[in-house]
């Protein structure tokens, strides 16, 4: 489940896709491997790690560094990708996303309540 975040401005910085950010659990059934050891070892914010780690994945996933700015936080730094596709469902219709959309993985909650689990860039559905 994911809020359609008007505050979201996020894109990533070489292509100006937007970005849907997403939380890790949410999307760690379809990572490789290689890539959930990186957050399962909390080594999200190690470059040296990431550098190695991008190598190892070669193409198998094109990886991203999206840098973002944040209340209480001025050099973030997220892990993105590009996904094949995305499906947003929404008032009961179906919309197949398969170009120009970034993923931003998230090794933490989003919302306290647990309502939702990733926030949309409001660009997304036009």
Do not use: W
């Not at 996933?61 to 995305?86: A, T």
């Amino acid at each position: 489940v994911a809020l359609i975040d008007t505050g979201n401005s996020l894109k990533e910085p070489i292509t100006q896709k937007p970005v849907i950010i997403a939380e890790y659990n949410a999307i760690e059934p379809i990572l490789p491997e290689r890539l959930r050891k990186l957050y399962t070892e909390k080594k999200e914010f190690d470059l040296n790690f990431i550098a190695k780690l991008m190598e190892e994945i070669g193409n198998e996933i094109k990886l991203r560094l999206i840098p973002y700015k944040s209340i209480g936080n001025e050099n973030g730094i997220l892990i993105g990708f590009k996904p094949d596709s995305v499906n947003v469902y929404l008032n009961d219709e179906t919309h197949k996303m398969e170009d120009d959309i970034i993923v931003a993985i998230y090794n933490n909650r989003l919302a306290h309540d647990k309502q939702y689990n990733g926030l949309l860039h409001p660009e997304i559905l036009g």
